[in-house]
Nanobody
């Protein structure tokens, strides 16, 4: 499975962006699709996840009410809508995928088999 993230950019605090991740290859394994982010000097952190069916979603507390994850399996796409952006949201955002879904492990980066190349989000104050 190959993942290609896009949509990052420079935005003022309070602004919004929509990140996209295109999946290709063997995408028929009921993949959980997720977003992580990594700021300079910090560890990669979980942001959001959505199960294959879309019935299960999980967002980290710091983005609840501001970010929304969605997916379109007919297009092999997953999206992350970022609203009310804050300077602390600035990071490289990565999409990731792995088969199955488990509340206990979706936040753990090492569980994921596939990673995109990342897209930079910069938020000016």
């Amino acid at each position: 499975v190959q993942l290609q993230a896009s949509g990052g950019g420079l935005v003022q605090a309070g602004g919004y962006l929509r990140l996209s991740c295109a999946a290709s290859g063997r995408t028929n394994n009921r993949l959980t699709m997720s977003w992580f982010r990594q700021a300079p000097g910090k560890e990669r952190e979980f942001v959001a996840a959505m199960s294959w069916s879309g019935e299960s979603t999980y967002l980290t507390d710091s983005v609840k009410g501001r970010f929304t994850i969605s997916r379109d399996n007919t297009k092999n796409m997953v999206y992350l809508q970022l609203n009310s952006l804050k300077p602390e949201d600035a990071a490289v955002y990565y999409c990731a995928a792995t088969p199955g879904y488990g509340y206990e492990w979706v936040r753990i980066a090492r569980v994921y088999n596939y990673w995109g190349q990342g897209t930079q989000v910069t938020v000016s104050s």
